[in-house]
């Protein structure tokens, strides 16, 4: 009788090889033995039999024997394997399907392997990446495709855009809508939506070609920009080669706010520390209207000797600007200097002739005043700097 609830005890295979070797001794029986252990009989009568056939069976096949459970997860994981091989035919035999006639949309392209009846609608759908709604409406009859898409007043837009372009050849659509949007603005017509604006200029090819150049390896975690005017200026220097040989150089002071650049010296000599300081001066006249800045100033440079001598430190000083200077192999702490050569290089030098010294300084003035005035900046909202200044000196004194 069986008086209390007891868990059934699990034996390792040790203790049942055990308990059967035990059986298997004479004047021992599988009655005896079970009951010694507290084990059913036939539990014990089935281990010996499993033993025996084991045996045999490894006798026979003259190998290692392996267990029942795991010849069935093996079946199982044969099954899966079978079942992904299969669907990655039926993938491919689709997609063989249409290379052929790969000149049409994909949504195209899908109705027409359903339409053949070779392959199910969802298979399709799921190797294409198309919407199976889409595809079964289309094989119904409900749905054709779409044409393209033109809203009323779309032909003097382009025309109004296509003289943007041909007047700035690299402004991508983000800045020949500022540009557009300006001039509505002054004539008092609403302003267009940039969506638009980039609809009509990809259907009639004058989108620019995507950016593919280098993400730099080494990331600047710093802030150069300032949130208000007048906090930090940054000066740099570059130069323009002139298709005969000569070279301009340009040394330019900007602020790092408002993205203006107050002050620039042209050259066909070396950049001097004398440039440098005229630079400096013209700078903090050009910002307070007089000759000492009424609060400090950051001026941030780069390690060139004009930036560095003590004269040009000194002088800078003078005029309430604090010096300071990019760790040594780190354009990127002059961001902001390094970023407007390659804007100024792109959207006025490359697109202008350059004969000579003397025509590029004699445009330099022009180039510098269409930049403060008239080009765009994401970073302003898509204003000039001086336009910017201008909405910044209005919010500040509205009456």
């Excluded at 005896?32 to 026979?60: D, H, N, T």
């Amino acid at each position: 009788m069986v008086t209390s609830t007891q868990r059934r005890r699990r034996y390792s295979v040790m203790e049942k090889v055990r308990m059967v070797e035990e059986s298997n001794q004479p004047g021992m029986n599988v009655s005896y033995v079970a009951r010694k252990y507290g084990i059913s009989p036939s539990m014990l009568f089935s281990w010996r039999r499993r033993m025996a056939e084991g045996g045999k069976q490894a006798v026979q096949a003259d190998e290692e024997l392996v267990a029942a459970s795991e010849v069935r997860e093996l079946k199982k994981r044969i099954r899966e394997l079978e079942r992904v091989l299969g669907k990655k035919t039926l993938e491919n035999e689709i997609l063989r399907e249409a290379v052929e006639p790969a000149h049409h949309k994909k949504t195209d392209l899908a109705a027409a392997l359903a339409a053949g009846g070779g392959f199910p609608v969802k298979a399709v759908s799921d190797v294409l990446v198309v919407s199976r709604s889409n595809v079964i409406r289309r094989l119904e009859g409900e749905s054709k495709a779409r044409g393209r898409y033109n809203k009323a007043g779309d032909a003097e837009l382009l025309l109004a855009i296509r003289s943007l372009v041909d007047e700035r050849p690299t402004y991508g659509y983000r800045r020949i809508g500022a540009l557009l949007n300006r001039a509505r603005r002054l004539a008092g017509l609403p302003a267009i939506n940039h969506k638009r604006i980039y609809r009509i200029m990809a259907q009639n090819n004058l989108l620019l070609a995507r950016h593919t150049g280098k993400v730099p390896s080494r990331p600047h975690e710093g802030k150069v920009i300032t949130l208000y005017s007048n906090l930090r200026w940054a000066s740099d220097r570059f130069e323009i080669g002139c298709w005969n040989g000569e070279v301009v150089r340009v040394l330019f002071g900007i602020d790092t706010c408002d993205r203006e650049i107050m002050a620039w010296e042209g050259t066909t000599g070396g950049f001097t520390g004398e440039m440098a300081r005229n630079l400096m001066l013209m700078a903090v006249g050009s910002r307070f209207g007089a000759y000492e800045a009424p609060h400090a100033v950051e001026w941030l440079t780069d390690n060139g000797s004009r930036y560095t001598a003590r004269e040009t430190i000194e002088f800078g000083v003078r005029l309430g600007l604090v010096p300071c200077f990019t760790p040594v192999l780190s354009p990127e702490s002059n961001g902001m200097a390094e970023s407007f050569v390659k804007t100024f290089k792109r959207d006025y030098v490359y697109v202008h002739d350059r004969p000579d010294a003397k025509t590029v300084l004699a445009q330099l003035e022009t180039w510098f005043t269409d930049y403060n005035e008239r080009h765009p900046h994401k970073g302003l909202k898509m204003k000039s700097p001086r336009e910017f200044i201008r909405a910044q000196q209005a919010a500040a004194c509205p009456i």
